[in-house]
């Protein structure tokens, strides 16, 4: 069964931190890349952090609200997908989804880590409410 499932998510005063997770079933995890996207209330779905088949050498790009703050890991013998999310502010608080997407290994991550250009698999997200 085709599924990500992420996990994580809670309520946190601004400044704590959380970890979201995203496990995946069902796919060659090795070949995909993978992506955290937040949609806010009222907003449409960004881009948060997305990495290409493995983390190495540049392949992470981090939106810029959210740079020195989160980071992105990937652990592809477990299949799974890690956002560490330090510092929290009201502002980071939505639905956060993950999501698996065939890029080829050319394309800049930066390049596509918009939320329409992931088309392959998403999960169902989880929810962040930072308070002030």
């Known amino acids: 069964q085709l599924q990500l499932v992420e996990s994580g998510g809670g309520l946190v005063q601004a400044g704590g931190s959380l970890r979201l997770s995203c496990a995946a079933s069902g796919i060659n995890f090795d070949d995909y890349a993978m992506g955290w996207f937040r949609e806010a209330s009222g907003k449409g779905r960004e881009g948060v952090s997305c990495?290409?088949?493995?983390?190495?050498?540049?392949?992470?790009y981090y939106a810029d609200s959210v740079k020195g703050r989160f980071t992105l890991f990937r652990d592809n013998a477990k299949n799974v997908v890690y956002l560490q999310m330090n510092d929290l502010k009201p502002e980071d608080s939505g639905v956060y989804y993950c999501a698996a997407e065939r890029v080829p290994p050319q394309m800049a991550i930066q390049t596509v880590c918009f939320p329409q250009t992931w088309t392959d698999l998403w999960g169902q997200g989880t929810q962040v409410t930072v308070s002030s």
């Open positions: 990495v290409h088949i493995d983390d190495g050498g540049g392949a992470i």
